[in-house]
């Protein structure tokens, strides 16, 4: 069946630092990808919705030059979380959408931890 | 805008109990509802969906039955196991801005003890 990846599943980074994430659609073309931010015990908040070539689209008060989308190919989407501090250390959750087995669905990665020390 | 609200956890039951998790919905159109699981450590999986009123979705025994006149989509399984516990997710996906956007509720924890 589709399956999403990200990598990595976990990174522990110092303040100031940046972070990149990626997140891969294997088995299918995902024209859409979202990215999720998950906090300890909330449900998932999307962060913002890009599709292949194009600039992504932010959620009101998402800082979009702290958090950078790319969307370079339609199989791989990557999250760069720059100059990361601690109140960034959250469980990031990307999402593709597209057809996988001719059904128009929208598959989630299992996410990454992200630590700022 | 939409929103999607289900039950606080955490939920407790002995396994082979019944399981109801309730969830209510606010939408502006006719959305797709949704309830996603995800277990310790992992990402979301879609457990089982519903596309239009009075449609019942279902899964590895698990079901939920669109209710558009109460705007409900509760999660219901006659016997849960050991296995069920995770965190469950109510969701509604609907066309915003031309693409699909899901709303997620706030989850609720069901741990199920032997």
């Known amino acids: 069946g589709a399956v999403v990846s990200q990598h990595p599943s976990r990174v522990i980074c110092k303040s100031g630092t940046s972070v990149k994430i990626e997140c891969r659609s294997l088995?299918?073309?995902?024209?859409?990808m979202f990215w999720y931010r998950q906090f300890p015990k909330q449900s998932l908040m999307l962060m913002a919705t890009?599709?292949?070539?194009?600039?992504?689209?932010?959620e009101q008060g998402v800082e979009k030059d702290k958090f950078l989308i790319n969307h370079a190919s339609l199989t791989l989407s990557t999250l760069t979380v720059t100059s990361a501090h601690p109140e960034d250390s959250s469980f990031y959750i990307c999402?593709?959408?597209?057809?996988?087995?001719?059904?128009?669905?929208?598959?989630f990665g299992p996410g990454t931890r992200l630590t700022v020390l | 805008g939409n929103s999607v609200t289900q039950m606080e956890g955490p939920v407790t039951l002995s396994e082979e109990a019944f399981l109801t998790i309730n969830c209510t919905y606010t939408?502006?159109?006719?959305?797709?509802l949704f309830w996603y699981v995800q277990y310790p450590g992992e990402g979301l999986q879609l457990l089982l969906k519903?596309?239009?009123?009075?449609d019942k979705g279902s899964n590895k025994g698990f079901e939920a039955t669109y209710r558009k006149e109460t705007t409900s989509f509760h999660l219901e399984k006659g016997s849960v196991q050991v296995s069920d516990s995770a965190v469950y997710f109510c969701?509604?996906?609907?066309?915003?801005?031309?693409?699909?956007?899901?709303?997620f509720g706030t989850g609720t924890k069901l741990q199920v003890i032997p």
């Open positions: 999402s593709a959408r597209g057809l996988a087995g001719g059904i128009d669905t929208q598959y």
């Open positions: 088995d299918f073309q995902a024209t859409t």
């Open positions: 890009s599709n292949e070539g194009s600039k992504a689209t932010y």
């Open positions: 939408a502006t159109g006719y959305p797709s």
């Open positions: 519903a596309t239009k009123a009075d």
């Open positions: 969701a509604l996906s609907e066309v915003e801005r031309g693409y699909q956007k899901v709303t």
